[in-house]
């Protein structure tokens, strides 16, 4: 069964880096978009970023260009999260998903999360 | 990456029927068949409950039913339960490839 695992949330000083992974198991990692959503504390969803299977092309929210990276190793069915210059507004649970592009456009499976706390 | 819009909660007694809507753009909703709505309990990972606008995951009841009009979405479900109670969202691809989520709506079962 497909099964989807986050690792690495933590708290982490404003200005801070941290990295999170997702290991998957149960299906074929590189035939999926993989994506990363968060949620604040009391706030809702936020999509995050995602990577297409073979790695090719990554994409990110407005809020978080060019402080996080996304990547994937499908060698080894896991992917990451890398955190750079932190912000308190960053502090959530990370969920990361399947799909979210061609073939599959919704998340059909998710993770239980990992909490980011961004403080001093 | 403006945030879709949906009403902050909606409530009804068991049995009835409820509609959450969804509302978008041209560039998202209006512009694509792949809107999702997800089922999230508190302190729970979001399911989902209905892509692609109108299908229903395997498992999912039948009372959950999806649509669209325009830039607009909706979840209706009806014959309302007790375990209907918890947060939806909405979900829409954006011409930016990039993905967007609705506020949040929280359901209460009377």
């Known amino acids: 069964q497909v099964q989807l695992v986050e690792s690495g949330g933590s708290l982490v000083k404003p200005g801070g880096s941290l990295r999170l992974s997702c290991a998957a198991s149960g299906f074929t990692f590189s035939d999926y978009y993989m994506t990363w959503i968060r949620q604040a504390p009391g706030k809702g969803l936020e999509w995050v970023s995602y990577?297409?299977?073979?790695?090719?092309?990554?994409y990110y929210a407005d809020s978080v260009k060019g402080r996080f990276t996304i990547s994937r190793d499908n060698s080894k069915k896991l992917m990451f999260l890398q955190m750079d210059s932190l912000r308190a507004d960053d502090t959530a649970v990370y969920y990361c998903?399947?799909?979210?592009?061609?073939?599959?456009?919704?998340?059909?499976?998710w993770g239980q999360g990992t909490l980011v706390t961004v403080s001093s | 990456q403006s945030a879709l819009t949906q009403p902050a909660s909606v409530s009804g007694s068991p049995g009835q029927s409820i509609t959450i809507s969804c509302t978008g753009s041209?560039?998202?909703?209006?512009?694509?068949?792949?809107v999702s709505w997800y089922q999230q309990y508190p302190g729970k990972a979001p399911k989902v409950m209905i892509y692609d606008v109108s299908n229903r995951p395997s498992g999912v009841s039948n009372r959950f039913s999806g649509s669209k009009s325009g830039n607009t979405a909706s979840l209706t479900i009806s014959g309302l339960q007790a375990e209907d109670e918890a947060d939806y969202y909405c979900s829409s691809y954006s011409s930016t490839n990039t993905r967007v989520f609705g506020g949040g709506t929280k359901l209460t079962v009377l």
């Open positions: 990577i297409s299977g073979r790695a090719a092309t990554p």
């Open positions: 998903a399947r799909g979210g592009n061609w073939p599959t456009y919704h998340f059909d499976y």
């Open positions: 041209n560039s998202d909703i209006g512009g694509y068949d792949y």
